[in-house]
């Protein structure tokens, strides 16, 4: 054990030459054996066994105190901050030397002017000029510039990067005859001739005040130790800070003052950012006085601290993320990162990409031993056996992560074999190979583990049909065990030992053949989850950031920040020091990171230009480390520096929660997959297999068991649904609420089509339910505006016919098209007729209810006219040429062209200008239909969250205050019991007396003499029934 020193430089481990030179107190030595604490220095002092002092004393405390043995450092923490120092003028050398240790790349050193100000004409101002001495840093390397007589000269010394933050020697000397400076006993000198005369000030650091103006560079920031001038040691006791008091008569200081301008004397407090590194994944770290930056080229990662890769996590993230839409790309070798901001390195890999819509697709590794290699003979005895080390072109740490990763793996391996056996089944093994488990795998390609076949043996197609591969059947012709190995967890085949090729000479042989390992899919995006409700969560350990630390998730959510307010996705706190992350959606464009490290919280905000509500995947991506904090989501990235002064490592207390607050309160509902923490993926899925409160796995939303009826389009809110009955004659919750209405005779609805609304159509879909008694009337009629050439319009009918039936007709300009219903509808019951047109006009189907429907096909040779050009008005009931007591009688709903849908626009709140109806009134009807209504769900109740309910104390009474309190209590208890049996009494009473019933006849009937009169008045259509009503809570 040495101390201050060591007697090598040599030795492993030692990387400074010098050694230490200085003072030391207090010298311990814990032993880790006997755990005994040895003062070291005592002990030498003592002079005991084994302890030896070379080239150094030792005493008691005041040695220390000996300024010969402190090299009295000094620290320049700005760049206006330096020494003066006051000589006499007239020296004709100047003599300096010091030890330098700083960050910066430039700064001045050393200064000195050379004359007095001499004064030239620029212009009509006069410009001050002297000759100086300036020795300064230029980009870490050492420069010197002197100007005398208006000649300047600057001499560069060779070594560089002396801003590398250890100690440097430095010394200049300059003379009339020699100009000499040095770094690290390496010297720079020249001869020169110089009349050469000093003033009377140096600085060390900045030039102070100098009037030259060539001298604007910065000053020195750093620490300078054992400065000597002329040969004598610049003691901190000899430096002041007050230059008033040191003024000679001439009011000009006195020889040999020192002044302080900033300077921090006996110290040296630089602080270095870089030890430990700070830069992750080999970025290098460069420092100036006051932060750090990492240099991340030729790493692979990037940000501040090359904490972010700069790789895709696998093949499908890249199709799937970095995919362009109009990217065509079968196959390329792609280098991925497994762990993302993880330990792990990146690696190459060929990934086949398959087509862009699909989810799967194939990465592909190669090794070093893919040729078909020969086993030649001479491996007879049990304990000769072939074998051969697989080595993959991939760290097998980032391998067994990818198989992990994937969905299925899948990797060839063969056998070819004369009189060569393999498995050699139910006796020991002749051939075999060893996965990552390191066991022996006595099962072959094609077969299944355990049971000690080929693929043959499980088909019964082997050679020898006792046997289970084709070469345990020894036969002397060449055969074959070949076949894909599935079991991931055992993959990839790292070795195979083959024996059983007879003596040396022998006929007998093998060959063998491992195939790359192919995997599917990354099983990072298949771990999902679904938050149902807005205070379940989901927990998982504390995030932590030493050095640097992210996290990074995809989400999709239809969110109805409107509704709920912002939602919480993540959130970890720390009880103890109040430190925070926050991952927050505060609006349909805004995603917001809170975070605090002990100075205040901070508030990272995203806007974007479309919304994050959208039902779609969005990637979020939040770092924190020494220079800065970072959101990023999607392409959209925001930033906060740090103040590396004050930085200190977050500190999170409790479990980082996803989903919700801590306190289950501001909740996010939607689907979250791929949750990674410092690139380590989080199971999310397995603890929602389990069962939890509010939260289900995989990405199944509401709208997936279609909620919505009758075409009714579902938008997606993950804890609900809503339905859009825009496009259908619905409305309602779910879009089953007919929209219809009672028609008399003399009734007439005209809609007339906007001027900007349909101009022309080929295919149509219409649509009528109706329920009548009467065979007459129209149930609708379009009508275009255009006249052709003959003289005739477009349009379309559907109306009763005298059978009962329904008439379809219709003539768009080259005949008449007319079918008729051949069933008698006009029986009170409600009745559907839906008549399309496809197939550019050409295929007419009509539909009514349940019935075969009826189909006619134009001929494609046919030149006719198929376009209803510009249909423009459309009449329900009848139109303006029909008389008044022939209109439709009955209820119509769900009336529709296309879609417009007339009715609905009747009975909007505010009515729709372009519908008109005479003929009285109309009001909105059901026409004898009730909504739908599902079910309400099962109720999910939260668990217990481990609010405790507080026990008071129980009071304590004296024993007759105890009494008589309860006979109050008893007394008064009686006399409302007594109340509730006359109540109970009284009530039975009434109603049995009472024999009053509610009918629900119709309206007419209740006035008759007899069943036939009744028969003859009501209104036998629509009994009166109250329309259903729904509330929504």
């Not at 750093?222 to 000679?248: E, F, H, K």
């Not at 993926?681 to 289900?696: C, E, F, T, V």
């Not at 149930?779 to 016919?801: A, H, P, V």
Request: glycine share 8%; charged share 20%; with cysteine.
């Amino acid at each position: 054990l040495y101390v201050g020193g060591a007697p090598n430089h040599m030795e492993r481990g030692i990387t400074v030459r010098p050694n230490f030179q200085g003072c030391l107190e207090n010298v311990l030595y814990i032993s880790p054996s006997t755990n005994a604490i040895l003062d070291i220095l005592q002990n030498l002092q003592r002079q005991l066994p084994f302890y030896g002092l070379e080239q150094g004393r030792v005493g008691s405390g005041a040695l220390c105190e000996d300024d010969s043995l402190n090299m009295h450092s000094y620290t320049f923490k700005r760049f206006d901050s330096y020494l003066e120092v006051f000589r006499k003028p007239g020296a004709t050398s100047i003599d300096v030397s010091f030890q330098m240790r700083t960050f910066e790349p430039n700064g001045i050193l050393f200064y000195t002017n050379l004359s007095e100000p001499r004064y030239f004409m620029v212009g009509i101002n006069d410009v001050p000029d002297q000759d100086f001495l300036r020795l300064f840093l230029d980009e870490g390397q050492l420069a010197c510039t002197v100007q005398l007589n208006g000649n300047k000269r600057t001499v560069r010394h060779r070594r560089d990067n002396l801003h590398d933050g250890q100690w440097h020697e430095i010394s200049l000397l300059l003379t009339q005859y020699r100009f000499n400076i040095t770094v690290d006993y390496e010297p720079e000198f020249s001869n020169t001739r110089n009349n050469l005369s000093t003033t009377d000030r140096f600085t060390f650091s900045t030039n102070g005040d100098q009037v030259n103006r060539e001298t604007t560079m910065n000053g020195f920031v750093g620490c300078l130790r054992q400065v000597i001038m002329s040969g004598i040691q610049i003691l901190p006791r000899d430096i002041t800070n007050n230059i008033t008091a040191i003024r000679a008569n001439d009011n000009r200081p006195r020889t040999g003052t020192i002044v302080n301008h900033g300077v921090l004397l006996d110290a040296c407090e630089m602080f270095d950012r870089c030890t430990p590194n700070p830069c992750r994944h080999g970025g290098i770290c460069h420092q100036t006085w006051t932060r750090f930056y990492c240099d991340c080229s030729k790493t692979g990662y990037s940000g501040a601290v090359c904490h972010v890769s700069d790789m895709p996590l696998s093949c499908l993230d890249y199709k799937l993320n970095r995919m362009k839409i109009d990217e065509i790309i079968p196959e390329r070798i792609t280098i991925i990162d497994i762990d993302g901001s993880g330990p792990l390195a990146p690696f190459p890999v060929l990934c086949r990409y398959g087509a862009k819509t699909e989810i799967l697709n194939v990465t592909e590794i190669g090794h070093y031993h893919e040729l078909e290699s020969y086993v030649s003979s001479g491996y007879q005895l049990p304990n000769s056996l072939y074998s051969q080390t697989i080595n993959y072109h991939v760290p097998l740490l980032q391998l067994f992560n990818l198989i992990d990763r994937s969905y299925v793996c899948r990797q060839y391996i063969e056998y070819t074999c004369f009189n060569s056996r393999l498995l050699n089944y139910p006796n020991s093994p002749y051939g075999w190979w060893v996965g990552r488990t390191n066991q022996t795998m006595d099962y072959w390609g094609g077969s299944e583990i355990g049971t000690g076949k080929c693929s043959c043996g499980l088909d019964m197609t082997c050679a020898n049909p006792n046997l289970f591969c084709n070469c345990d059947s020894q036969f002397t012709t060449e055969l074959k065990d070949a076949g894909y190995l599935t079991r991931k967890e055992y993959l990839p085949v790292l070795r195979v030992e083959f024996g059983d090729t007879g003596p040396v000479g022998s006929s007998q042989y093998g060959r063998y053949q491992v195939g790359r390992l192919y995997c599917e899919g990354d099983l990072l995006y298949d771990n999902t989850i679904t938050f149902r409700k807005a205070d379940a969560i989901i927990t998982v350990p504390p995030f932590e950031a030493k050095v640097a630390g992210d996290i990074r998730f995809q989400f999709k959510t239809g969110f109805d920040s409107a509704t709920f307010g912002s939602a919480i996705i993540v959130q970890n706190i720390g009880y103890d020091d109040g430190d925070l992350i926050e991952i927050r959606l505060q609006a349909p464009r805004e995603i917001a990171f809170r975070y605090s490290v002990g100075r205040g919280t901070n508030i990272i905000t995203i806007r974007a230009p479309y919304d994050f509500n959208d039902n779609d995947w969005h990637t979020v991506h939040i770092e924190i480390n020494r220079q800065e904090a970072r959101l990023t989501v999607d392409d959209l990235s925001a930033a906060n520096p740090e103040d590396q002064t004050t930085f200190r490592h977050i500190h999170l207390t409790s479990n980082l929660t996803i989903g919700a607050s801590v306190t289950n309160r501001n909740g996010f509902v939607g689907c979250i997959r791929a949750f990674q923490v410092n690139g380590q993926l989080m199971d999310l899925k397995s603890q929602a297999l389990r069962g939890m409160y509010g939260i289900s796995p995989d990405c199944i939303g509401k709208c997936q068991s279609n909620p919505c009826l009758n075409g009714g389009r579902c938008n997606e809110r993950w804890s609900t649904y809503d339905c859009d009955c825009t496009f259908t004659p619905f409305r309602g919750p779910i879009c089953s609420t007919e929209i219809g209405t009672r028609l008399e005779a003399n009734t007439m609805i005209k809609y007339t089509f906007p001027t900007q609304g349909v101009t022309a159509t080929e295919e149509e879909t219409i649509r009528v339910l109706f329920t009548t008694y009467k065979k007459q009337g129209i149930l609708m009629q379009l009508k275009s505006d255009r006249i052709d050439e003959k003289g005739m319009i477009d349009y379309f009918t559907l109306e009763m016919n005298n059978n009962g039936g329904v008439r379809v007709k219709f003539n768009y300009g080259f005949d008449t098209f007319e079918y008729n219903v051949p069933y008698d509808l006009t029986n009170g019951q409600n009745h559907e007729i839906i008549v399309t047109r496809r197939n550019q006009g050409k295929l007419i189907i009509v539909s009514v209810d349940n019935y075969e429907p009826y189909i006619d096909v134009f001929p494609q040779t046919q030149q006719i006219d198929m376009q209803f050009d510009s249909p423009r008005v459309m009449y329900i009931g009848r139109n303006e040429t029909t008389p008044p007591e022939e209109g439709f009688t009955g209820c119509i709903s769900r009336l529709q062209f296309n879609r417009i849908f007339p009715l609905k626009y009747a009975f909007l709140e505010e009515r729709d200008p372009n519908i008109t109806w005479s003929g009285g009134d109309i009001r909105e009807w059901p026409c004898g239909t009730e909504p739908v209504k599902y079910p309400p769900e099962p109720l999910e109740i939260p668990p217990d969250r481990g609010f405790s309910i507080l026990a008071l104390p129980r009071p304590i009474y004296k024993q007759y205050v105890y009494a008589r309190n309860l006979g109050l209590i008893i007394g008064s208890m009686g006399f409302l019991l007594l109340l509730i049996l006359v109540g109970l009494a009284v009530c039975y009473q009434k109603s049995s007396k009472s024999g009053h019933y509610k009918t629900k006849e119709d309206k007419g009937a209740d006035q008759a003499v007899d069943a036939d009169t009744a028969i003859l008045k009501g209104d036998s259509r629509h009994p009166d029934l109250t329309e259903p009503k729904e509330w929504i809570l």
